[in-house]
């Protein structure tokens, strides 16, 4: 095995030597299995091919654009309505009518597609599990090409799995929830498929390679004639929307199925794309099935977009919650515009999951999440995310009280109120206070979070919080604004300012207290040292990186060689 290498190479035509039977200008540099094999079809692989060549400059220069529109805003420009769409957010149009089968929504358990997780999830009792392939996933090539044979048998409903240690048999129960997939954000490469010599676009090899292998059964088995649906992340703009779109229609036309049978919500999850949320919208009309809040990455774009802003800086991570006057006219907004297009408003994900062992702490836990989600659907929303089975019922409890048996408020609760809602109420300053404990928990959350990341797992439990690739980022962001700015911390009077002595301390003293509390065993085995070190050069470096996993997925590539060795 080899850790990356450069992309400076070009496969043979069809070839069988990496063990995969590819298509022409197709070089796989993952582990062969048979197992993967059944996924990495030449046929399948051919989809994914034609998507990669035919869409691949539209989604370079889409992200070309969000490099300009960074390079605006760190010269203090703010990001707002624009105004040549104008028309899109004050013309009468409405979206594709929902689909029956995913007309109620109420409460749906999100989890990464790792087996045992899926049949639970789909056993779980809620109405939908979106199954991730993004923020809840590491996306090595072993956690991807399982997560794909695991989802093909979940549709096809022979998903099963045991557990020797505890003597379990999972399977899946009669009644299930709704499937969605949620494929990586357009800034991830698959570098273990290289296509015409460049890593493929992640996105594109999640979608084409589940899309291929099960679009016929779950149209018929759960979509009712409509499907598959999937989640849509991190998008900035609508002309990302409309490469999307794009991407259904080539696939509806490959699939020989109506136009429209492809559904997808989009999650506004970047601050950019709250003042794109009608055109966004607009752009995937016949294929939309709403929007949803996801708060964890709003947040942290939000310091994304204002790093260049000093006067713009976060307090405490604790504290940035929904009552926060951005965070409750994001959400108001949204409900405002999906209403007004028939389409659902999803509300977001309350980061508690249950606490086994303290039943004051779990009943507080409970406290919160139901509070979050009583929020969400007097304020509007159509539905929910919760992150843990165990969490569902609650859930269920809240939304059922306030809605009864309709199956969502799309119709009854229009919240023109929220027509008024402004840039400046979009972009208001969050209030509260920047502490020394704040930068601790930063530190150690996301050290401890990358460590789990870089061993395979993509979203964990810490300190009694639901963590994942959204939250570790505000955690980095935060820590890395608190430093560029020197920021003062307030609690103490001394009038401590975060500077990279102090940054350095801090460090040094998390790191021997996540070792206190993992156990020296687990702490010399587990990758907490490296972990470390990227967390700590991203936390320190001039220009803020991107993306935390954009760096850290360099470390999780492996390539195999192409021929076993005779010797
Ligand atoms: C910001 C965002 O993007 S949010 C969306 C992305 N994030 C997520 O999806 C996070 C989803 N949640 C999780 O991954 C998990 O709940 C965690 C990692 C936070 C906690 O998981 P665990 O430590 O396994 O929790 P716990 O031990 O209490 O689990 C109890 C049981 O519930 C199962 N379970 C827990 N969460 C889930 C889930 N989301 N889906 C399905 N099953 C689950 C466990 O597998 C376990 O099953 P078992 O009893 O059959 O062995
Ligand atoms: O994906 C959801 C989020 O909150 O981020
Ligand atoms: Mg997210």
Same mark, same amino acid.
């Given at each position: 095995m080899i850790g990356l290498g450069s992309y400076?190479?070009?496969?043979?035509?069809?070839?069988?030597?990496?063990?995969?039977?590819?298509p022409e200008g197709v070089d796989i540099r993952g582990r062969f299995d048979e197992e993967f094999a059944k996924i990495l079809t030449k046929d399948a692989l051919q989809f994914v091919v034609d998507l990669q060549r035919e869409f691949r400059n539209h989604i370079k220069y889409a992200m070309e654009c969000r490099k300009e529109a960074k390079r605006q805003y760190n010269e203090g420009a703010l990001p707002g309505f624009d105004p040549a769409t104008r028309y899109i957010r004050e013309g009468q149009w409405?979206?594709?009518?929902?689909?029956?089968?995913?007309?109620?929504?109420?409460?749906?358990?999100? !989890?990464? &597609?790792?087996? $045992?997780?899926?049949? %639970?999830?789909?056993? *779980?009792?809620?109405?939908?599990?979106?199954?991730?392939?993004?923020?809840?996933?590491?996306?090595?090539?072993?956690?991807?090409?399982? !997560?794909? &044979?695991?989802? $093909?048998?979940?549709? %096809?409903?022979?998903? *099963?799995?045991?557990?020797?240690?505890?003597?379990?048999?999972?399977?899946?129960n009669d009644h299930t929830a709704k499937l969605f997939v949620r494929p990586r954000g357009w800034h991830l490469p698959e570098a273990?498929?290289?296509?015409?010599?460049?890593?493929?676009?992640?996105?594109?090899?999640?979608?084409?390679?589940?899309?291929?292998?099960?679009?016929?059964?779950?149209?018929?088995?759960?979509?009712?004639?409509?499907?598959?649906?999937?989640?849509?992340?991190?998008?900035?703009?609508?002309?990302?929307?409309?490469i999307w779109n794009s991407v259904f229609e080539r696939a509806e036309k490959m699939a020989s199925i109506e136009k429209g049978s492809i559904r997808a919500t989009v999650l506004i999850e970047t601050l950019p794309a709250v003042f794109q949320m009608d055109e966004i919208l607009y752009e995937l009309r016949d294929h939309s099935v709403g929007l949803n809040c996801g708060r964890w990455d709003y947040i942290f774009s939000y310091v994304k977009t204002f790093q260049?802003?000093?006067?713009?800086?976060?307090?405490?991570?604790?504290?940035?919650?929904?009552?926060?006057?951005?965070?409750?006219s994001y959400s108001d907004l949204l409900i405002r515009t999906c209403h007004r297009r028939g389409a659902h408003a999803m509300g977001g994900m309350a980061a508690q999951i249950p606490i086994r062992d303290d039943p004051t702490a779990n009943e507080a836990a409970f406290d919160l999440v139901r509070k979050d989600k009583l929020?969400?659907?007097?304020?509007?929303?159509?539905?929910?995310?919760?992150?843990?089975?165990?969490?569902?019922?609650?859930?269920?409890?809240?939304?059922?009280?306030?809605?009864?048996?309709?199956?969502?408020?799309?119709?009854?609760?229009?919240?023109?109120?929220?027509?008024?809602?402004?840039?400046?109420?979009?972009?208001?300053?969050?209030?509260?206070?920047?502490?020394?404990?704040?930068?601790?928990?930063?530190?150690?959350?996301?050290?401890?979070?990358?460590?789990?990341?870089?061993?395979?797992?993509?979203?964990?439990?810490?300190?009694?919080?639901?963590?994942?690739?959204?939250?570790?980022?505000?955690?980095?962001?935060q820590n890395w604004q608190w430093l560029k700015y020197g920021v003062e911390l307030d609690g103490d009077a001394l009038g401590v300012r975060v500077n990279r002595e102090l940054f350095g301390r801090v460090v040094d003293e998390e790191m021997a207290?996540?070792?206190?509390?993992?156990?020296?065993?687990?702490?010399?085995?587990?990758?907490?040292?490296?972990?470390?070190?990227?967390?700590?050069?991203?936390?320190?470096?001039?220009?803020?990186?991107?993306?935390?996993?954009l760096d850290a997925y360099n470390h999780i590539v492996i390539y195999h060689p192409k021929v076993q060795s005779k010797l």
């Open positions: 400076g190479y070009t496969a043979p035509a069809s070839s069988k030597i990496s063990g995969y039977d590819v409405t979206c594709a009518p929902v689909p029956p089968s995913v007309a109620d929504r109420r409460v749906e358990i999100t !989890g990464p &597609v790792e087996r $045992k997780m899926i049949i %639970n999830a789909l056993n *779980s009792g809620a109405k939908v599990f979106m199954a991730d392939f993004e923020d809840a996933l590491s996306p090595s090539w072993e956690n991807l090409m399982r !997560g794909q &044979v695991n989802l $093909k048998d979940a549709v %096809n409903g022979t998903i *099963s799995f045991t557990d020797n240690a505890r003597n379990r048999v999972y399977k899946l273990h498929i290289l296509i015409d010599g460049e890593p493929a676009t992640g996105c594109l090899v999640d979608f084409g390679l589940y899309f291929y292998h099960n679009y016929a059964t779950f149209r018929k088995t759960q979509g009712e004639g409509f499907g598959p649906f999937f989640y849509l992340p991190k998008m900035e703009n609508s002309r990302e929307a409309k260049g802003h000093p006067d713009r800086l976060l307090p405490d991570r604790v504290q940035v919650g929904m009552t926060q006057h951005f965070m409750k929020r969400e659907v007097k304020a509007g929303h159509d539905g929910t995310w919760a992150a843990h089975p165990g969490l569902i019922q609650a859930c269920m409890e809240v939304f059922t009280n306030t809605m009864g048996n309709s199956p969502n408020q799309i119709e009854t609760v229009k919240r023109d109120d929220a027509s008024n809602i402004t840039e400046d109420d979009l972009l208001q300053r969050p209030r509260g206070v920047r502490t020394m404990e704040g930068l601790r928990l930063n530190t150690r959350v996301g050290i401890q979070y990358l460590a789990a990341w870089l061993t395979g797992a993509g979203s964990v439990p810490l300190y009694n919080l639901m963590e994942d690739a959204a939250t570790a980022e505000i955690s980095r962001v207290r996540i070792e206190l509390e993992v156990g020296k065993e687990k702490f010399k085995k587990g990758m907490y040292k490296e972990a470390c070190k990227i967390f700590t050069r991203q936390c320190t470096a001039l220009m803020l990186d991107d993306f935390l996993t």
